[in-house]
C-alpha cells in the first residue's frame, strides 16, 4: 500500500511500561508528524520531523515522551514510564515537507490502553 | 492547545439536506484545511484554503475564509448517509511553519 502504515493499531499495557510506536510514512515524504487523539477530541500535536531531525517537539508533554526518525523515514514514539493518562489514539502523518503545510496524509493510528 | 473551535459540537440532518460547520481561531494563519475522521479511523484532507483567498469549491464542498472574523465555514451540500463522520478545521499559525493546530470537531449524522 502507498499510505502511511502505523503499528500496532491496538497496544494494551501497565501502568510503568515503555511502549514504542511505530510509523511508516509515505515514501518521499519528508515531513513526518506525531498527534494525540484523546475520546471526542481534535487531534494534538506531538512533534514534527522534517527528514532526521525534530524540527518541532512543543508538543510533547513531559520528558517521558521521545520520538525518532533515524533514516529519515520510519519514526518511532516511545512512551517511558506510562500513565493512564496516555490512553489515547496516537495519529502519524506525512507530507511531502516544504515552506508551507499542505494536505497531511494520516495513518490509521495506534490505539493505546494504559490500564 | 485547540487552536479552532468548530461550531455545532454535533450536527444531525436528513440526505439530501445542507450541512454547515463553522469553525472559528484565535490567532493569524497561512492556510486553514478542513478534515474528516469517520468512527476510528484516520483523517482525510478535504480542502486548504489559503490566508488571502476567500472561497474554495471542490464538489459538493464549499469553504469560505474571513479573516478578519478568524472564522471560516464549511458547507457540504446534497449530503448522503456516507458524509458521516466527525469534520476538523486545522490552521497552519503564522510563524509556526509546517505544523498544523486542529479544532475540536464538528459530528455530522445523515440519516437516510
Known amino acids: 500500500g502507498a499510505g502511511v502504515s502505523q503499528t500496532p493499531s491496538n497496544k494494551v499495557t501497565e501502568k510503568g511500561k515503555y511502549v514504542e510506536l511505530r510509523c511508516d510514512p509515505i515514501?518521499?515524504?519528508?515531513?513526518l508528524y506525531w498527534y494525540r487523539q484523546s475520546l471526542g477530541q481534535g487531534p494534538e500535536f506531538l512533534i514534527y520531523?522534517?527528514?532526521?531531525?525534530?524540527?518541532?517537539d512543543s508538543g510533547l508533554p513531559n520528558d517521558r515522551f521521545f520520538a525518532v526518525r533515524p533514516e529519515g523515514s520510519v519514526s518511532t514514539l516511545k512512551i517511558q514510564r506510562t500513565e493512564r493518562g496516555d490512553s489515547a489514539v496516537y495519529l502519524c502523518?506525512?507530507?511531502?515537507?516544504?515552506?508551507?503545510?499542505?494536505?497531511?496524509?494520516f495513518g490509521e493510528g495506534s490505539r493505546l490502553t494504559v490500564l | 492547545s485547540q487552536q479552532g473551535e468548530e461550531d455545532p459540537q454535533a450536527l444531525s440532518i436528513q440526505e439530501g439536506e445542507n450541512a454547515t460547520m463553522n469553525c472559528s481561531y484565535k490567532t493569524s494563519i497561512n492556510n486553514l484545511q478542513w478534515y474528516r475522521q469517520n468512527s476510528g479511523r484516520g483523517l482525510v484532507h478535504l480542502i486548504l484554503i489559503r490566508s488571502n483567498e476567500r472561497e474554495k469549491h471542490s464538489g459538493r464542498l464549499r469553504v469560505t475564509l474571513d479573516t478578519s472574523k478568524k472564522s471560516s465555514s464549511l458547507l457540504i451540500t446534497a449530503s448522503r448517509a456516507a458524509d458521516t463522520a466527525s469534520y476538523f478545521c486545522a490552521t497552519e499559525v503564522t510563524g509556526t511553519a509546517s505544523k498544523l493546530t486542529f479544532g475540536t470537531g464538528t459530528r455530522l449524522q445523515v440519516t437516510l
Open positions: 502523518a506525512s507530507s511531502p515537507g516544504g515552506r508551507s503545510t499542505g494536505e497531511l496524509f
Open positions: 520531523f522534517q527528514g532526521t531531525g525534530a524540527a518541532d
Open positions: 515514501s518521499g515524504h519528508t515531513a
